[in-house]
Structure formats: structure tokens, C-alpha cells
């Protein structure tokens, strides 16, 4: 059974940084796709970032694109989203999700596995 647990979160001022983290205690997170999404308060869910299995292809949302990063350590099983440049619109409930099932040219919603999500907070 896979269990995404993001960790990173926080309070933090506009143009300060964070990096999130997301771990994978399953056994098949090496060569699996894997996605970061935000929501907000009364917002819909957004894309945010995504990553593929080998690292050699990542995607962002136009609200990000510059600004975060998307990484993988398949060693520990753990993708990572350092944000830099925060600003209050990033304000949001972060999730990772895990292997995407399905493709649309509004891009993957469907995912095999979400996280719990983490806290984003940026206000001076």
C-alpha cells in the first residue's frame, strides 16, 4: 500500500523560500511518475508541478514556471518542490500525488496515490 507523506510546509514572509518534501513508504516509487498540486481556500485544485520516473521530463503550472522546482531522489523514495520568490497567491494546501493514470490535454488529474498535504502560508 503506498503512503505519501509531505513535510516542508510552514508560515513563511513574500519572497522567502521553502522546500517541500514527499515520501514514499511504498515499494514502487523508482520509475513511477509523480505530481505536486495546490489548493486554496474555496479554489479549485490547481497543477502545480510534475516529474517522470528518470527525472527527464518535468512540466509546471504558469503560476509557478521560474519560480519552483521539481526534483526526485529515487534512493529515498522522496520528491521534492523547493519554491522560491513566495508570494500570498501561493498561499495553499500543498499534496504530492503519485503515478498518473491517466492523461488529457488539460494535462494528469488522475492519480493512483495523493498525500495528505501540507501548509503553505506566505503573509508579511
Known amino acids: 500500500q503506498v503512503q505519501l507523506v509531505e513535510s516542508g510546509g510552514g508560515l513563511v514572509q513574500p519572497g522567502e523560500s521553502l522546500r517541500l518534501s514527499c515520501v514514499d513508504s511504498?515499494?514502487?516509487?523508482?520509475?513511477?511518475?509523480m505530481g505536486w498540486f495546490r489548493q486554496a481556500p474555496q479554489k479549485e485544485r490547481q497543477f502545480v508541478a510534475y516529474?517522470?520516473?528518470?527525472?527527464?521530463?518535468?512540466l509546471y503550472g504558469d503560476s509557478v514556471k521560474g519560480r519552483f522546482t521539481i526534483s526526485r531522489d529515487n534512493a529515498k523514495n522522496t520528491v521534492f518542490l523547493q519554491m522560491n520568490s513566495l508570494q500570498p497567491d501561493d498561499t495553499a494546501v500543498y499534496y504530492c500525488?503519485?503515478?498518473?493514470?491517466?492523461?488529457?490535454?488539460?494535462?494528469?488529474?488522475?492519480?493512483?496515490?495523493w498525500g495528505q498535504g501540507a501548509q503553505v502560508t506566505v503573509s508579511s
Open positions: 516529474i517522470d520516473g528518470r527525472s527527464i521530463t518535468m
Open positions: 511504498g515499494r514502487t516509487f523508482s520509475g513511477v511518475s
Open positions: 500525488a503519485q503515478d498518473c493514470l491517466h492523461w488529457t490535454v488539460n494535462g494528469c488529474w488522475s492519480w493512483a496515490s
